[in-house]
Each structure stands twice: as structure tokens, then as C-alpha cells.
């Protein structure tokens, strides 16, 4: 490999004729720039996707209450039922996986429309009662002032967590807005936070900022829910899928308001672990098909490797010959049109890197320059140093493969028929 006559002969023979050179490298060049372009794509759909799920726990599935299917202990089919606050204490005592369970109340939203009145300006939004660990499970960005605390829970304070497209909408620019305070069907408020949606993922990004979070007490208290628990957002702990859990919650709910075993339709349900569950695999998918697609248009560039090196080998024919008759054994002829071989497709395959790597950089300044990535569910499509190196060990690979049948060819044929070619 140090022999520097050796690399002298191959730049000879790779410079002899370059346009038929260039054309044999182009298809491996080809074949390793759609490989990484596809690969990059497909990292930036994932990063994409995951963006948009802005740091949402995905270990996680939401629980409401739907009617009855089926009659049971003489209740009545299409009965209608409310969770309580203790299912919730029952939920968290009897599992012991969870990490979060959090019940919660709304108003506005499909439940109809709330007023919210803030001195002559009125509005209808989304008003939830919370605990603090929701901010756990669909994180926002705090961009003055707090989130909901124990505290607030327990002394049932009147306080309100508002988004930043309600304060553009209910407060002059420039105005405070902690401090101030808010009424909600007819109770007031005292905003204590501002928050920033960093998820896309739950509808319109535009509304998701026009949102209120208050205390879970309060809320109830307020709004004279007695101990009505609307819906509960469920987070298991790493390691253990929530979708492994949720069967034997269903059960103790179904238990604890008499709901019939077999009746799975009243227990609403989505399970966030088991859709991101199908998005991860469609992101293998997508990363399988890259290297199928990318491998094969490679296949083609090796294909025609091997086709130039054999006219190479043939055109050689006398000259293997000479070689062979002043003492050139076998290895030394094959390891030099493997070698060939080899640099042919490092080079056309190194070339198809950077220009690919140019291309994933250009695609990442176009991205970089939208003001609003949340609209756009691609972001940084890239390669990482392992695929650089799965790339560069296919090239030897490839170059091995397309030296190989050429120089068996060329070891075959005997030094005295070698000579007598013209």
C-alpha cells in the first residue's frame, strides 16, 4: 500500500483515459449521494415530527368517560357516568408504574363557549383546571412569572397561568400582565405566569397559545364541579408502556362504577405511547428504504465498475503477461487491480459525500430561515459520523467486489498466451 511505484501505475491507469473514468465513477458517485440524501431526509422527518411533539411525554395516554354499551348489575345501557377525585387517589395507590396522573377540568372548547372578561374586553378561550406536573407531560415554555404549585392546590388559590396570544388579544402592549387579573364565567382570576406552546401536535398552533390553566381545587370549587374529574392525562415511567398498563386501569375504573368487564366503549381513551409506537416505526421503515433505494443505485455504479475493469484487464492482457513472466506471482497482480478498484471507488464515492453533505447543508440554511419552524414538521436532516462510516466500508466493499472478477480473470490467463496477445 506504501509502494510508490504501485500508486503511480494507478493514477497512470486511472488518468490514461478519463473520460471513460469519470463515467465509471459517476454511478458509485450517484449511488452513495442518493444514499446519504435519503438517509438525511428521513433524519429530518424524524427530528420533524419529534419537534412537533415539543417535549410531550409520549409514555402517555388520555382517559375520559363515554356512555354505557351494555347494561349491567341492572344499570342501563347508555348510562353516562363522571370520574371522581378518587379514582384518581385509586389509580395512583394500585399502580405503582405511574409517574404522573393528572385529572382535569375544561371549560370552553367542545364543552361550548366560556366567557373570559378582562375590564371592557371580553373573549372565549380554553380554561383548564390542572395540577402542576401537567407541565411534565405537555411542556411549555414559562415566559414571565410561573406555573401552578402545590401551594395553589391546596389553598385553592385563585390563580391563572394565561397564554401569550390571549395577552395580544385582552391587554394593550406594554401593559403588566402578572399582577393582573382576569374573570371567568363570572370569577376572577390573578394571572401569575404567561406560558409558550412548544407542541404542535394538539391541534392549531395559533390557539394552543390561547389557553388558561388554573389550579384542579379551584377550578372545581369555582366552578361548582364537586369532585368531578373530566378527563385524567396518564404518564408511565420509563421502561414500563403505558399501552402495558392501560388494560388493568380500565379494569379498576370499570370496577369502581359498575361498568360491565366487556365493555370497552365506555372508557374513552388515547394511547400517545401506541401512536408514537407506529411513528417510530415508520421511521425504520422509512431508514430501511433508504438503504435499499440507495444501495441498489450503488449496486448499479459497482455493476458498471466491474463491466470497465474487465475492458481494463483485457486492454492489460499482454502487459499482465510481461509482469507474469518476470516473476509477478498471482497476489501481486490481483492486489493491484483491487487496489485500482478500491481508489476508483473511494474517490467517486468520497466526492458523492461532499457533494451530498453540500446539499443536507443548504437544505438546513433554507429551514434555518423560517421564522416559524413549528409549521414545518422537517428540521435538520443530517448524517451522523456512523452512516459516514457504514458509507466509506461500503466503498471498500463495493471497490473489493468490483475488483474481484477482473483480476481472477487476470491471474487465469497464462504468461505465454498473454504475450501472443496483439
Excluded: C
Amino acid at each position: 500500500m506504501f509502494n510508490r511505484d504501485r500508486w503511480n501505475e494507478i493514477l497512470e491507469a486511472l488518468s490514461a483515459k478519463p473520460l471513460r473514468t469519470f463515467i465509471t465513477a459517476f454511478g458509485v458517485f450517484w449511488g452513495i449521494t442518493i444514499l446519504v440524501i435519503l438517509l438525511a431526509a428521513s433524519t429530518g422527518l424524524e427530528n420533524g415530527i419529534k419537534q412537533g411533539f415539543g417535549g410531550l411525554s409520549t409514555n402517555s395516554m388520555f382517559v375520559w368517560a363515554n356512555s354505557t354499551s351494555k347494561p349491567y348489575k341492572g344499570l342501563p345501557q347508555g348510562r353516562r357516568f363522571n370520574y371522581k377525585n378518587g379514582d384518581v387517589d385509586a389509580i395512583k395507590r394500585e399502580f405503582k408504574d405511574l409517574q404522573f396522573v393528572s385529572p382535569r377540568n375544561q371549560l370552553g372548547g367542545f364543552r361550548g363557549s366560556n366567557n373570559v372578561i378582562r375590564g371592557t374586553k371580553t373573549g372565549a378561550y380554553n380554561v383548564y383546571g390542572d395540577y402542576p406536573e401537567f407541565i411534565m407531560q405537555q411542556p411549555m415554555k414559562i415566559l414571565k412569572g410561573r406555573f401552578l404549585n402545590y401551594e395553589d392546590i391546596n389553598q385553592k388559590r385563585k390563580i391563572a397561568v394565561i397564554g401569550e396570544g390571549i395577552i395580544r388579544e385582552m391587554y394593550k402592549p406594554g401593559e403588566e400582565v402578572l399582577g393582573s387579573y382576569i374573570k371567568v364565567n363570572g370569577v376572577n382570576f390573578m394571572v401569575v405566569g404567561v406560558y409558550k406552546s412548544i407542541s404542535n401536535m394538539g391541534g392549531d398552533a395559533e390557539e394552543s397559545q390561547k389557553q388558561i390553566f388554573t389550579p384542579f381545587t379551584s377550578f372545581q370549587q369555582a366552578f361548582n364541579y364537586g369532585d368531578i374529574v373530566g378527563w385524567m392525562a396518564i404518564t408511565a415511567k420509563d421502561g414500563v408502556p403505558i399501552t402495558e398498563l392501560k388494560p388493568k386501569i380500565f379494569d379498576l375504573l370499570k370496577a369502581r362504577h359498575s361498568i360491565d368487564p366487556s365493555d370497552d366503549s365506555a372508557i374513552g381513551n388515547f394511547d400517545l405511547y401506541a401512536e408514537f409506537s407506529k411513528i417510530s416505526g415508520l421511521f425504520f421503515i422509512l431508514t430501511a428504504v433508504s438503504y435499499l433505494v440507495g444501495g441498489l443505485v450503488l449496486l448499479s455504479g459497482v455493476i458498471g465498475i466491474i463491466n470497465i475493469m474487465l475492458i481494463v484487464v483485457k486492454e492489460r492482457t499482454k502487459e499482465i503477461g510481461i509482469r507474469r513472466a518476470l516473476g509477478a506471482t498471482p497476489w501481486n497482480i490481483r492486489t493491484q487491480i483491487l487496489t485500482e478498484s478500491v481508489v476508483l471507488s473511494l474517490i467517486a464515492g468520497m466526492a458523492g459525500i461532499i457533494f451530498s453533505t453540500g446539499i443536507i447543508a443548504i437544505v438546513n440554511s433554507l429551514l434555518d430561515s423560517i421564522p416559524d419552524k413549528s409549521e414545518v414538521m422537517f428540521a435538520n436532516p443530517s448524517i451522523s459520523l456512523g452512516v459516514v462510516v457504514i458509507a466509506l466500508m461500503i466503498l471498500v466493499v463495493a471497490g473489493l467486489i468490483a475488483g474481484f472478477i477482473p483480476a481472477q480473470t487476470a491471474i487465469k490467463t497464462k504468461p505465454i498466451d498473454a504475450l501472443r496477445t496483439e
